[in-house]
């Protein structure tokens, strides 16, 4: 079965950085996009970054200069570096990819990851 296993969450001080990862696994026929949501207390879910398969990326305003997406497709893996956090970047970050296998087209979330910024 298809799986998405994100890594690289933890604990850092304002201004430092992080670096977050998230792998695909099983039997995967093409991505159609990875990107990167998160979640913070009393707020609504949103997306940070996406990447396509022809490779072009969007950020969210609030990460925009700040946050890096990249992918690497034949390792079915999807990376977040971030730089210069905030406070405010504290969130459970998830990773997402819709992906087509054996069974047709799906949406698939990883289980999150915990991001705090210490100010």
């Known amino acids: 079965q298809v799986q998405l296993v994100e890594s690289g969450g933890g604990l850092v001080q304002a201004g430092g950085s992080l670096r977050l990862s998230c792998a695909a696994s099983?039997?995967?026929?093409?991505?159609?996009?990875m990107g990167w949501y998160r979640q913070a207390p009393g707020k609504q879910r949103e997306l940070v970054a996406v990447v396509t398969l022809r490779g072009t990326t969007s950020y969210a305003d609030s990460v925009k200069g700040r946050f890096t997406i990249s992918r690497d497709n034949a390792k079915n893996t999807v990376s977040l570096q971030m730089n210069s956090l905030k406070p405010e970047d504290t969130a459970v970050y998830y990773c997402?990819?819709?992906?087509?296998?054996?069974?047709?087209?799906?949406?698939?979330w990883g289980q999150g990851t915990q991001v705090t910024v210490s100010s």
């Open positions: 099983g039997n995967i026929f093409s991505i159609n996009y």
């Open positions: 997402n990819a819709f992906l087509s296998g054996p069974q047709g087209g799906n949406n698939y």
